[in-house]
């Protein structure tokens, strides 16, 4: 089976499309090829999500902020992470909103949250790759 090339898309690419693309990589790279970004320039990733994913057994430390202009033009897999704005278009074959809420701004306790909201669904997701529903 050829890996499905899946982004994660948010406005900053700092936390939620960060921590995505973080667990899709350790968890499925056997069948994920995994991008993320952002729609706007960001500094980086924030230290609480490199934080809570290293809590889980997860390295950001190396991950950087990205435009989409920075990841390929094609995809298979869009997941945009419910940041309230619309992405420009990008040619996939399949796209979702996951709707989640940015914890930015508040207490590791969100961050935390978000991260094991963000790896159920990224397992979700490498099933119906698996399974060939994606």
Known sequence: MAKKIVAFVCIHN????????GWAKLLGSDVLEVYSAGTEEYPGPKAMAIEVMEDAGVDMSLHTSKL????????????????????PF???QHRED???????????????ETRDIIKEKVLELIKRVKDGKL
Do not use: H, N, Y
């Open 14 to 21: 700092s936390c939620r499309s960060q921590m995505a693309e």
């Open 68 to 87: 989409l202009s920075d990841i390929p033009k094609e995809l298979d897999i869009l997941v945009t992470m419910g940041c309230g704005v619309e992405c």
């Open 90 to 92: 990008v040619p996939t």
């Open 98 to 112: 996951w709707g989640l809420e940015d914890p930015s701004g508040g207490p590791k306790s969100g961050f935390e």
